[in-house]
């Protein structure tokens, strides 16, 4: 790695962005997603697409990352890095310490652009991919050091959401892994490290399965787009913004916590509610895994806590769409108009 580390107050060390060189391969909304989160945290950012319009797409991008990105801090960014575009992947890979693929998700697109990637990039170079099905023994099958190939997949925009989904896969090397986490963590991400590499990782099965189910109510004329997505905006989507699955379950439980959600709720997995009608048998092992995973993960706070939190943040994300005038923030402002003229009429009448 040609990156430096400095020392932070706590004592704990970080990449220095600014010594770091990424190459983004494919200059799509995810590629250029990468390269302005890059380069707004002071990293050289070297990019390769064939698309002629590459220079001005990306470049909107990065002017919109420009404007949103730094307001999610109270502290300065870094100086922006240099972004330069080149006409080959060779070039554009030859100084890199971190090479991002995203092009099309195609496996002989793929390993023909880690061929020409591997051949001119240097030895110590990380390469993720921004693949957001394919495991990474699919995309190793043809590299002679699959270990230097880890899976990086980021959700859009990428300059915005942090999560990126890390899978090194049967292949990978502990060592790669925590340098590419130490490297994405450096860039503001929150790198999530998938154990057993699997079709489309954790996130997108999460989504997949919601997408398959919004098909079939609208296919079967239960519900449009609208009606659908109205359902994520005002209800659970808000809640899983800021508590995810397991947790917001786990304050649905009360006082008796998870092992009470699912006995509760846990038979109605075997009504046909929905499409998705395979789901694993909740064996005594399984809710004590699950309900042992949920006391790790927030059984230091009560329920009445953990209602307060989730209060709190829900509070915050309605208050923002409220200024912007969307989803639950919108209806926010029509209900407000609501009770200034009912409160007006109220001191009309008593006049």
């Known amino acids: 790695m040609q990156s430096e580390q400095s020392t932070e107050a706590d004592g704990t060390t970080a990449l220095d962005t600014a010594e770091l060189t990424a190459a983004i391969i494919g200059g799509g909304v995810i590629g250029a ?31 919109n990352a420009r404007q949103s990105y730094p307001q999610l801090f109270d502290h300065s960014l870094p100086a922006e890095g240099k972004l330069t575009f080149f006409d ?40 993720g991919s921004s693949t957001s099905g394919f495991k990474p023994s699919d995309l190793q099958a ?64 999460f989504l997949e399965a919601v997408w398959r189910e919004g098909l079939w ?28 699955l397991f947790e917001t379950y786990r304050v649905a439980g009360g006082e008796a916590g998870m092992a009470h ?20 048998e909740l064996t005594d092992d399984l809710v004590n895994t699950i309900a042992s995973q949920s006391d790790e993960q927030s059984g230091q706070y009560s329920i009445r806590e953990l209602e307060r939190i989730r209060d709190t943040n829900l509070i915050g994300i309605m208050q923002a769409l409220k200024q912007n005038n969307w989803g639950a923030g919108e209806l926010l402002r029509e209900q407000e108009k609501r009770l200034v003229a009912s409160s007006a009429q109220k001191q009309d009448a008593s006049s």
């Open 217 to 244: 109510l609208i296919k079967d004329g239960i519900a449009t787009t609208t009606e659908i997505d109205d359902a994520i905006r005002y209800g659970f989507g808000l809640r899983w913004a800021q508590m995810g």
């Open 261 to 280: 959600f699912i006995a509760q709720f846990g038979p109605c997995l075997s009504s046909p509610w929905t499409r998705l009608m395979d789901v694993p």
């Open 88 to 127: 080959s992947i060779e070039a554009a890979v030859a100084d890199a310490d971190w090479v991002q693929e995203s092009v099309p998700e195609r496996l002989d697109v793929k390993h023909a652009t880690y061929k020409t990637i591997f051949s001119a990039a240097s030895t110590t170079a990380l390469v």
């Open 33 to 63: 997603g990468w390269a302005a989160r890059f380069l707004l945290h002071g990293a050289a950012v070297n990019v390769f697409d064939p698309d002629p319009d590459a220079e001005r797409k990306i470049g909107e991008v990065i002017d």
């Open 142 to 205: 043809e590299l002679n050091e699959p270990e230097r190939l880890i899976v990086a997949h980021p959700f859009n925009p990428v300059y915005l959401l942090p999560l990126v989904e890390l899978v090194p896969g049967d292949k990978g090397s502990a060592e790669i892994t925590e340098s590419a986490r130490e490297i994405l963590t450096a860039i503001g991400m929150k790198p999530l490290v998938v154990r057993k590499e699997i079709d489309a990782h954790i996130a997108d099965r």
